[in-house]
């Protein structure tokens, strides 16, 4: 019952990673886009919206080692 339940938790930590990564791309490209065409640079907070993408894929990371931990057999 608890390996079900560890394994739920490192879904949701992929999932969850992957959702905050894509947020972080989408920022990484929405401030360097301004950059190549030479126009206006977006605020420093766009830039910080770029440090999500290694958090997502840290979580994601996270999530898949909980998974295969919990896929592990026990040690007797």
């Known amino acids: 019952m608890s390996s079900s339940t560890t394994t739920d938790r490192g879904d949701v930590l992929v999932k969850a990673g992957?959702?905050?990564?894509l947020i972080g791309a989408a920022a990484t490209l929405a401030t360097f886009v301004p950059l190549f065409l030479h126009l206006t640079p977006l605020p420093t907070?766009?830039?910080?919206v770029s440090m999500l993408m290694p958090?997502?894929?840290?979580?994601?990371?996270?999530?898949?080692?909980?998974?295969?931990?919990?896929?592990?057999p026990a040690k007797s």
Do not use: D, I, N
């Not at 992957?18 to 990564?21: K, L, T, Y």
């Not at 958090?55 to 592990?72: I, Q, V, Y």
């Open 45 to 48: 907070a766009a830039y910080w």
């Open 55 to 72: 958090l997502g894929l840290a979580l994601a990371l996270t999530g898949m080692f909980r998974e295969s931990r919990a896929k592990r």
């Open 18 to 21: 992957a959702v905050v990564f």
